[in-house]
């Protein structure tokens, strides 16, 4: 079978070889197996559902809530010679009507419908007649209330597959999966969780690193003058700090863009263009910009300011070296920045979404505090485990020295125990450094065994140490209306001395990776 799924390949797609992942894909879907795909975007999720939709009998539909790529998509495929149609809300009745019929005539390989489609019992009833061996589900995790893009019409494709009296084979893809939204796809698609398919979540060009406790508009002008021959774009949270970076970079003497959706849509588009054809160096921006650019030579993308979550950070710092050299991936993190983001999720979300949105952005805070590969952590994040280091990241190329950190570490976890667990990280340090504000008076810390057994170190010391403590796991957060500290298992064991704990350096800077080709 696979044979053939390889001369299918040749023929209608001109490529000599499947990518990792695809081949397996394919085999579980001919063996009738509903299964699950997750690789990152243009990582070819496409061909494993269009080889099978060449080889099954009856028409595999194709569900995508991208109506502005579907006509590409068909049109790509009729060019190849694969019979294939659509139907979406730019189609007339009249259309529909008569698309349906060359469906139900068996006329195409391939059926593409939005989501949307399936709350109609009328065009449900028309597919009884289809025979449809396959379902591909783009996009799946529009169907979890977890992932970024939820559409409640997603949750009508058990409707679909109610309408067959032979069951079709069920294949979910898509580029972000975290373990919670993997699981509602599995369970909300009747999917063995054993059928998943993750590959290639590892950027092998990118080097990535985080600055800790610099100035970064020094740093910022710096880097760019460093690297004046290349282009890059900087992500910042909020338009005014876009706002203010342009101008600083402007008056620094790089040409720099701007771009952001207060911006009246004639500038964004001129100065959009101006940094595609390279006569801006720099494109400062909010996550409005990147979405459908595809420009191939960016070398690095730097976050100014922390972004929400791990999803946003990959997608944007994805956007460098898409043409396969060396680029960098910076974060510039700053404590008040995740206040920021705080205060940016308190008022975008609905109420009940706000504790799962914290517990993503304290993804992202970990990410900057972890000693691990920092690729690793990414990978990790979107369920690849067992990935290599990368060597190339700011952690995996930090030569400083390794320091036992254990004794301190048992300290801090000893205090939050003394605390009752349920105080904040502030609170927390300030007892540790002996602190006499009134609420460490007013609680009766100054009487606990721990109180000021950190008097030695600042407070951003401490601070600095317990993000550390969380990124490793030996605290845990808990999201209330304010986020409060507990002592982890593994944290149990360092109380307990039955593990040690090294921290590289305690200065709070780190280094930067090289991008040397
Ligand atoms: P995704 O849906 O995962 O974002 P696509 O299916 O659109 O990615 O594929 C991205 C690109 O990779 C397309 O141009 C596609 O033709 C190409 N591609 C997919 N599979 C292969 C392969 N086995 N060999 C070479 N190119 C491939």
């Not at 399936?118 to 289809?130: A, D, G, I, Y």
Request: glycine letters at 6%; a neutral charge.
């Amino acid at each position: 079978m696979l044979d053939k799924a390889r001369q299918l390949l040749q023929t209608y797609f001109g490529y000599d070889s499947f990518r990792e992942g695809q081949e397996t894909v394919i085999n579980y879907v001919l063996d009738e197996n509903s299964s699950l795909c997750v690789m990152p975007t243009g990582g070819g999720k496409s061909l494993c559902y269009q080889i099978p939709a060449l080889m099954l009998e009856g028409t595999t539909i194709v569900i995508s809530p991208l109506i502005s790529l579907m006509k590409d998509q068909v049109d790509t495929l009729i060019q190849a010679g694969i019979p294939a149609t659509f139907i979406n809300s730019t189609l007339t009745a009249e259309e529909v009507r008569q698309t349906m019929e060359e469906v139900q005539n068996g006329q195409y390989r391939l059926l593409y419908i939005a989501p949307e489609r399936l709350e109609s019992p009328n065009f449900l009833n028309q597919l009884k007649k289809v025979k449809v061996p396959l379902i591909a589900v783009d996009e799946a995790h529009c169907i979890s209330q977890w992932g970024h893009d939820f559409r409640p019409s997603y949750r009508a494709i058990h409707r679909l597959k109610e309408v067959f009296t032979e069951q079709p084979t069920v294949l979910a893809l898509t580029a972000t999966a975290t373990p919670a939204v993997r699981d509602d796809i599995c369970r909300l698609l009747q999917i063995q969780e054993d059928n998943t398919v993750i590959t290639g979540f590892a950027r092998s060009n990118l080097a990535f690193s985080v600055v800790l406790g610099q100035d970064k508009n020094k740093f910022l002008k710096e880097f760019i003058k460093k690297n004046a021959s290349e282009v890059g774009i900087i992500y910042a949270a909020t338009r005014k700090t876009v706002d203010l970076l342009y101008d600083l970079l402007n008056k620094a003497g790089i040409e720099t863009a701007k771009y952001h959706a207060g911006l009246p849509e004639s500038f964004r588009n001129s100065e959009q263009e101006r940094f595609l054809t390279d006569e801006a160096q720099v494109m400062v921006a909010t996550n409005a910009f990147g979405m459908g650019i595809d420009k191939s030579n960016v070398r690095y993308v730097i976050h100014y300011q922390l972004p929400k979550n791990m999803e946003s950070y990959y997608q944007e710092a994805g956007r460098a070296g898409r043409d396969g050299l060396p680029s960098e991936c910076v974060v510039l993190y700053a404590s008040q920045d995740v206040q920021t983001q705080r205060f940016l999720i308190d008022q975008a979300m609905d109420r009940d979404r706000i504790p799962q949105e914290l517990e993503k952005l304290q993804g992202m805070v970990d990410y900057c505090h972890t000693e691990n590969c920092l690729q690793q952590f990414i990978v990790t994040y979107f369920g690849e485990p067992d990935a290599p280091k990368c060597g190339r990241c700011g952690n995996c190329t930090d030569s400083r020295e390794v320091q036992d950190v254990t004794k301190e570490v048992q300290m801090v976890l000893s205090c939050v125990v003394r605390m009752g667990q349920r105080f904040g990280k502030t609170m927390t340090a300030q007892v540790l450094t002996g602190s006499e504000n009134k609420k460490v008076i007013d609680f009766g810390f100054t009487k606990l065994s721990t109180y000021g057994i950190l008097k030695g170190k600042s407070l951003k010391e401490v601070s600095g140490l317990m993000e550390f403590m969380i990124a490793e796991g030996f605290l845990s957060v808990k999201h209330g209306s304010l986020p409060t500290i507990y002592v982890s298992d593994a944290g149990k064991e360092v109380l307990l001395g039955n593990k040690r704990v090294e921290r590289k350096g305690v200065t709070v800077t780190k280094q930067i990776a090289k991008s040397d080709p």
